[in-house]
């Protein structure tokens, strides 16, 4: 008995829309990770994208545990001296809302040019619209 691998013309791919109102920032990444990388899925092949698209709405609304809110900081180097700027996760709720969840998410994919192509079908608005209503996607409940 051979095993399956999955050939990139034979991938059917789903959208899914994600609410993260008052969901853990942790356990939503993992969750829309394991999608895009097609973990959830039976014909999942380490070296194929076979993963679905992700739309995530209400992105400024995304909860996080503990004391992360005013303790979590985000660096930013420009390669010049001097030149380290940390943001909190408050500051950065205000200013982009979206780089929060891309964060988390981008973290539990792997790092190669393969995750880069994954990271792309991820789609994230900070508002409870999006714009993929013609790719009628599936409502997924954490």
């Known amino acids: 008995m051979k095993s399956y691998l999955a ?3 034979e991938i059917e791919r789903t959208w899914y829309v ?3 109102t008052d969901k ?4 939503l990444a993992v969750t829309v990770s394991n999608i895009l990388r097609g973990r959830n899925k039976p014909t999942y092949t380490p070296h194929v994208d076979t993963g679905d698209f992700v739309i995530i709405i209400n992105a400024d609304k ?3 545990t503990g004391k992360k809110e005013e303790q979590k900081t985000y660096m930013f180097y420009s390669g010049w001296m001097g030149n380290e700027k940390y ?12 780089f929060i969840i891309e964060h988390a998410v981008k973290g539990m ?6 995750a ?3 990271l792309k079908k991820l789609k994230i608005f900070s508002g409870p619209e999006h714009t993929h209503e013609a790719q009628q996607p ?5």
């Open 7 to 9: 050939k990139p013309g």
């Open 18 to 20: 994600v609410d993260a």
């Open 24 to 27: 853990v920032l942790g356990k």
């Open 62 to 64: 995304v909860a996080l």
């Open 87 to 98: 943001i909190t996760v408050e500051d950065m709720r205000i200013k982009k809302p979206a």
């Open 109 to 114: 994919l792997p790092k190669n040019r393969l």
């Open 116 to 118: 880069r192509q994954m």
């Open 138 to 142: 599936v409502s997924l409940s954490l």
